[in-house]
């Protein structure tokens, strides 16, 4: 059975930092992509990065510069790293697991309809 246990989220102030884990059993997320996803209040759930088997990674441009996604095989578990962050990235944080595509240039593509695994959810509230 396959299992996405988020944890790390909080609140923190606009400019502070957070890390989100993703701890996976049941599925051999070493050789898929995984990536992480975000749903505001009000809003439908948007990409924020993706990182493939080999570690190549995307970001979605409002989170470039900021955020990193990484992952740990040894471990069977996903990182984000949240720096300067700002009260618009107040959401749920998912993460999930799947195949992507690629882009022209090779570089992993954002798409929630390529993930179906899934956790849970961890809430992260930025204050202004």
């Known amino acids: 059975q396959v299992q996405l246990v988020e944890s790390g989220g909080g609140s923190v102030q606009a400019g502070g930092s957070l890390r989100l884990s993703c701890a996976v059993s049941?599925?051999?997320?070493?050789?898929?992509?995984m990536g992480w996803f975000r749903q505001a209040p009000g809003k439908e759930r948007e990409g924020v990065a993706v990182?493939?088997?080999?570690?190549?990674?995307s970001y979605a441009d409002s989170v470039k510069g900021r955020f990193t996604i990484s992952k740990d095989n040894a471990k069977n578990t996903l990182y984000l790293q949240l720096n300067s962050l700002k009260p618009e990235d107040t959401a749920m944080y998912f993460c999930a697991g799947g195949e992507v595509g690629y882009n022209d240039y090779g570089e992993p593509l954002i798409d929630q309809d390529d993930f179906g695994y899934w956790g849970q959810g961890t809430q992260v509230t930025v204050s202004s």
């Open positions: 049941g599925y051999t997320y070493s050789r898929y992509c």
């Open positions: 990182i493939d088997s080999d570690g190549s990674a």
